[in-house]
């Protein structure tokens, strides 16, 4: 491919949006509408009107990757910028290196950003000539590299020098996507001096007027899960995350990001859960933890998200347990067919003391059931698994519940009445542990 005399514009709508629509270059012109629209996707949103010059554009954010394709094919053979975009579609039978070097210097390394991106080569891209918004993408790549390297702390630098170099570019969604990633990545290496929860809201507020409504919510949902850890430290009030999952689920819905909208609810029960219920009032935010927690059910399966799973099942059944009910008899059946379902995976997976707080909250419901024989095997048990592993607090709760059940039947085997603790005593003593959240 020959190079001709191309003008490409700065700066591009790149990287704010998803591969391969958030990837595609638009060739210089002094169409209005053009500009315009190219105008609007430099800062995250969809252009209000899409101008015919730009159809192929138009089709590829829509997710009509073929017909996009199309579009770019039809143009003269020596269109770099059309032969780029074909390729960022589709890569299959490409010459990145033709490629390469049809395009003006600053945007041929975006050719070697998309080819490390899907997997054509593992040598991430060098910088070269580019700068600004390619710049940005240059530095994510490597960044990327370098996490695959376990080299954590150089990841980050390349992603705070990227969501930088963004910003100076006038790229501000792209910036926002960038610190971001920055925050997960630090958040999730422990990263020495970083601040994830400040780059997340500074994220946030760069995203704020885009039509990015999944990166913003996930941006919502990873700080709701940092405040709720701070939370449990006592450093912020646990409704600060709850904000934060609300705020999740205001943006998305289950049909446009699934995983995202099952993992607010998820943790939007956890989180209130987890809050102590003093007043009558709380228990309507019982019932909305409930609500929340079948809906995050809903997507996530035993067979597809095991851990996600495990979590809402026992959360559920924790709140079965213990919040007030005129059908409180149904919800402890209820509540331990849940625990027996989580016992199968809990045995599989190696994990004894998750085991032996199933089994404690399995016993107790059973117990209030009056099935005192099958709920002493629970809590025997759950009493050795917590002794084996020197946990002496949950020890202690066992055995209380032992010692009432012991009370409660007289020597003829026959129940007594009262006595026992409120439904979800261990419940409540291990919620805190259990509902961990994800």
Known sequence: ?????????????????????????????????????????????????????????????????????????????????????????????????????????????????????????????????????????????????WLDAGDTSSAADLLRRAADVAEEASATPLAGVLLGNLAVVAHDHRLADADPVADIRRALKLLATTDLAVARAELHLQLGLLLHAEAASGRVPLTDAVDQYYSALQLVGQSDAPHVWAAANLNLGTAYLTMPMIEASDQLRAGIAMQALRASLEVFTKDEHPQEWSSAQMNLANALVYTPSTHQGDNLVDAVERYEEVLELRERDGDPVGRARILANQGNALAHLGVFDHAKAKLYEARFLFEEHEDHDSVMAVRSVLDEIAKQTVPDGAPRVGGLPEPGEVARLRAAQESEGV
């Open 1 to 145: 491919m020959n190079r001709r005399q191309i003008t490409i514009d700065r700066p591009q709508p790149l990287g704010a949006f998803p591969l391969p629509a958030g990837y595609l270059l638009v060739a210089g012109t002094d169409d209005p509408e053009v500009t315009q629209a190219v105008a609007e996707l430099v800062a995250g949103r969809q252009p209000t009107t899409w101008p015919a010059a730009m159809t192929g554009h138009r089709l590829a954010h829509e997710g009509m990757h073929d017909a996009a394709v199309e579009i770019f094919a039809a143009e003269p053979a020596d269109d770099a910028v059309a032969a780029y975009n074909r390729f960022v579609i589709d890569p299959a039978g490409a010459d990145p290196a033709a490629l390469r070097a049809a395009l003006p210097d600053a945007f041929a390394p975006l050719v070697d950003v998309i080819a490390y991106a899907v997997g054509m080569t593992d040598q991430p891209p060098l910088e070269d000539a580019a700068k600004g918004e390619v710049l940005a993408l240059v530095l994510a790549a490597r960044a990327s590299a």
